[in-house]
C-alpha cells in the first residue's frame, strides 16, 4: 500500500512537472516582442509588393494577402520582392439526388488554384515558386440566385484560405534565403 501511494505521488509530480515545462509566465494583455530573427522576417514579409489580378477570384485572394503581408498598411514603395500571382478557379457539382426524372446537384466545390512566383526586385533572380489548392463546399438550393449566392461565399471563404497557406508558403520561402 505504501509503495502504490509512493508511485502514485511520484507519477503525479511527474505529471506536474511536465505541465509546468510547457507553460510561460507573461501578462496577458502584454506586448509580444518578437526576436530579432522575428523582426527580420516580418520585415522581409513588409518588403513583399503582390502584382495585380484580372478576376473577382484573384483580386479577393490579392487583398487578403497584402493585408496578411503588411497588416493593413500600404504596400511599400521600393519593395525588396515582387509576388507575382496566377489563380484557377472550378466549380463542380459533387452530390446528387433524384427529383422527378432528372438528377440535380445538391452540392458544389469550388477549388482555387494558386501559383506564386517571388523574385528579386534588384536582381529579377527567382526567389521561390510554388502551387497552393484550396476547396470550399457550398449548398444548392432549388433558388437560382441562392445557388450564385452561396457559390460566391465559398469562393470568398476559399479565396481568405488560399491567401492564408501562400503567405506562409512565401514567409518560408524567405527564410530559406536567410538559412543560405
Known amino acids: ?47 513583399v509588393s503582390v502584382a495585380p489580378v484580372s478576376t473577382r477570384f484573384a483580386q479577393q485572394v490579392r487583398n487578403h494577402l497584402v493585408f496578411l503581408l503588411h497588416g493593413g498598411a500600404s504596400e511599400p514603395a ?47 533572380k527567382e526567389v521561390g515558386n510554388g502551387t497552393q489548392r484550396v476547396y470550399a463546399f457550398f449548398d444548392r438550393p432549388p433558388q437560382e440566385f441562392a445557388v450564385l449566392r452561396a457559390q460566391r461565399d465559398a469562393e470568398d471563404r476559399a479565396a481568405r484560405e488560399l491567401a492564408e497557406f501562400i503567405h506562409l508558403a512565401v514567409a518560408q520561402d524567405l527564410a530559406r534565403l536567410d538559412v543560405r
Open 1 to 47: 500500500m505504501n509503495a502504490t501511494i509512493r508511485a502514485l505521488a511520484l507519477a503525479g509530480s511527474g505529471l506536474l512537472l511536465m505541465i509546468a515545462a510547457g507553460c510561460t509566465v507573461r501578462p496577458m494583455l502584454a506586448e509580444y516582442t518578437p526576436g530579432a530573427a522575428g523582426q527580420e522576417a516580418a520585415a522581409e514579409l513588409h518588403s
Open 78 to 124: 521600393k519593395p525588396d520582392y515582387k509576388l507575382d500571382l496566377t489563380i484557377s478557379r472550378g466549380v463542380g457539382s459533387s452530390v446528387q439526388i433524384q427529383r422527378g426524372s432528372e438528377n440535380e446537384p445538391t452540392a458544389g466545390t469550388v477549388t482555387l488554384t494558386g501559383r506564386y512566383r517571388i523574385t528579386d526586385s534588384v536582381t529579377g
